[in-house]
């Protein structure tokens, strides 16, 4: 696993939950060598922590934007994330 040069929370809103937004997160995450864990929110968004190498944090936020095909991604707010940082990806 490479060295964390990266860690960030981001919020997708828009048609992503019951779209298997999570599971597809995950898989991508996973293929990109990112930990971290991604989840349902009440308000019908989906947060995801995501740390790692900065390409790789960059090529998973740029897939949020579009997520799994039933996904309708309306905005992704990103911000920087200081801690603590989890060991492989989760979905909770």
């Not at 949020?64 to 095909?69: A, S």
Request: glycine share 8%.
């Amino acid at each position: 696993m490479a060295e964390i040069s990266r860690a960030v929370r981001c919020l997708v809103a828009g048609h992503v939950q019951g779209v298997y937004f999570r599971a597809a997160t995950a898989e991508r995450a996973l293929e990109l060598g990112v930990r971290g864990w991604v989840r349902n929110l009440p308000d019908r968004r989906v947060e995801v922590l995501a740390t790692g190498d900065a390409e790789a944090i960059a090529a998973l936020t740029q897939w949020l934007w579009h997520g799994p095909p039933r996904a309708r991604v309306v905005s992704v707010a990103v911000e920087e994330w200081t801690g603590p940082f989890p060991e492989g990806f989760s979905v909770r």
